[in-house]
């Protein structure tokens, strides 16, 4: 079983940043490949970025050269840093992992992009 708690979310305008992390629970972190989706309203989840458990990274075309996957075993959390934020970065962020064929997902954090 894992647990994902996601924080950082809210409300900046646009050309701002954030950070939004993702707390992991148990001993099994570092063996994870983590990822972070989003969902706008009345859109499917897609994809943002992804780390493997050795580090190599995925980004969605739309936020390449804007956001940054990382991540710190030593304290079980996954970071996306979100610079010049658009409007269309408006959605609910989701922390995601897989473990022995079972889909773990976080609560979701809200980020909106408006001036």
């Known amino acids: 079983q894992v647990q994902l708690v996601e924080s950082g979310g809210g409300l900046v305008q646009p050309g701002g940043s954030l950070r939004l992390s993702c707390a992991a629970s148990?001993?099994?972190?570092?063996?994870?490949?983590m990822a972070w989706y989003r969902q706008a309203p009345g859109k499917e989840r897609e994809l943002v970025a992804s780390?493997?458990?050795?580090?190599?990274?995925y980004y969605a075309d739309s936020v390449k050269g804007r956001f940054t996957i990382s991540r710190d075993n030593a304290k079980n959390t996954v970071y996306l840093q979100m610079k010049s934020l658009k409007p269309e970065d408006t959605a609910i962020y989701y922390c995601?992992?897989?473990?022995?064929?079972?889909?773990?997902w976080g609560q979701g954090t809200q980020v909106t992009v408006s001036s």
């Open positions: 148990g001993s099994i972190f570092s063996i994870l490949n």
């Open positions: 995601n992992t897989e473990y022995f064929g079972n889909n773990y």
């Open positions: 780390i493997s458990r050795s580090g190599s990274t």
